[in-house]
């Protein structure tokens, strides 16, 4: 972060005059709407159907690339609780990116979380000892809340949820990361994220992601510095137009996925 403008007395700026390190993550219509990209030190939460899983993989790619080339030339943590990855996914962006496939699998180091115990422990006990050893700017925590609804949410798991949040945000500013976590979106008020007032309130960015036929919609429901927005991006289409058959079997392989 850099310092306040000069002859600005220390503790009376604004949040536009802050300048924070960015990173692109390589989706237009999102670095369109934070302005650039990912910020350090603030927790962004994508939120809603399950396509963000594509985007986040896509950014764990970007984040692996040379500094010159956009990317942050670092290697990635992600503790996933959604079951996100797919190798093909990773294999398709390095080459979209002229990545060697290979060395980007080699560079994302990633926990697994199968029940909701899991995924305390790790994000609770564990960040300290993953950053450590190391060298990583980006943080992926995908499906926060995801294997607590699943098992059933009770109040102990709300009161994880909220400590899980907390930890985060205080990690990701000490650390100065780029960090973002990802949940569905709630069941009666689908713009809103499922996890609870307090994983909401931890996050200082939110984007809800919306899945129609032809394109994905994104809002910006929550910026310290911009006002809600929205923006989207086309399907992968062939070039005669014609959507691919992957994209209406995806339902179907996500499900045998999970």
């Given at each position: 972060?850099?310092?306040?403008?000069?002859?600005?007395?220390?503790?009376?700026?604004?949040?536009?005059?802050?300048?924070?390190?960015?990173?692109?993550?390589?989706?237009?219509?999102?670095?369109?709407?934070?302005?650039?990209?990912?910020?350090?030190?603030?927790?962004?939460?994508?939120?809603?159907?399950?396509?963000?899983?594509?985007?986040?993989?896509r950014i764990a790619v970007k984040t692996q690339?040379?500094?010159?080339?956009?990317?942050?030339?670092?290697?990635?943590?992600?503790?996933?609780?959604?079951?996100?990855?797919?190798?093909?996914?990773?294999?398709?962006?390095?080459?979209?990116?002229?990545?060697?496939?290979?060395?980007?699998?080699?560079?994302?180091?990633?926990?697994?979380?199968?029940?909701?115990?899991?995924?305390?422990?790790?994000?609770m006990n564990h960040l300290d000892s993953f950053?450590?050893?190391?060298?990583?700017?980006?943080?992926?925590?995908?499906?926060?809340?995801?294997?607590?609804?699943?098992?059933?949410?009770?109040?102990?798991?709300?009161?994880?949820?909220?400590?899980?949040?907390?930890?985060?945000?205080?990690?990701?500013?000490?650390?100065?990361?780029?960090?973002?976590?990802?949940?569905?979106?709630?069941?009666?008020?689908?713009?809103?994220?499922?996890?609870?007032?307090?994983?909401?309130?931890?996050?200082?960015?939110?984007?809800?992601?919306?899945?129609?036929?032809?394109?994905?919609?994104?809002?910006?429901?929550?910026?310290?510095?911009?006002?809600?927005?929205?923006?989207?991006?086309?399907?992968?289409?062939?070039?005669?137009?014609?959507?691919?058959?992957?994209?209406?079997?995806?339902?179907?392989?996500?499900?045998?996925?999970?």
């Amino acid at each position: 972060m850099r310092s306040p403008p000069t002859g600005l007395r220390p503790g009376f700026f604004t949040a536009d005059m802050i300048v924070r390190a960015r990173f692109e993550t390589g989706i237009d219509a999102v670095d369109g709407l934070l302005g650039g990209g990912l910020e350090a030190g603030m927790m962004h939460l994508l939120y809603g159907d399950r396509c963000l899983h594509d985007d986040i993989l896509r950014i764990a790619v970007k984040t692996q690339m040379p500094k010159e080339k956009g990317g942050l030339g670092s290697p990635v943590i992600l503790i996933d609780s959604a079951n996100i990855v797919k190798i093909h996914r990773l294999t398709d962006y390095a080459l979209e990116f002229e990545e060697e496939p290979e060395s980007v699998l080699d560079r994302i180091y990633i926990s697994r979380a199968f029940n909701s115990s899991q995924t305390y422990d790790l994000v609770m006990n564990h960040l300290d000892s993953f950053f450590t050893n190391i060298p990583a700017r980006l943080l992926l925590v995908t499906g926060l809340p995801q294997l607590y609804l699943e098992e059933g949410m009770e109040t102990k798991g709300f009161q994880e949820l909220s400590h899980m949040a907390s930890h985060l945000t205080r990690f990701t500013l000490q650390r100065n990361l780029f960090t973002v976590i990802s949940a569905p979106a709630a069941q009666k008020r689908a713009y809103l994220p499922a996890g609870g007032k307090t994983l909401a309130s931890a996050a200082q960015i939110h984007i809800r992601v919306e899945e129609h036929q032809s394109y994905v919609a994104y809002t910006l429901a929550k910026h310290p510095q911009y006002p809600v927005r929205s923006t989207k991006r086309s399907r992968d289409i062939t070039p005669e137009g014609i959507i691919p058959l992957s994209h209406f079997l995806r339902g179907t392989d996500e499900d045998q996925s999970d």
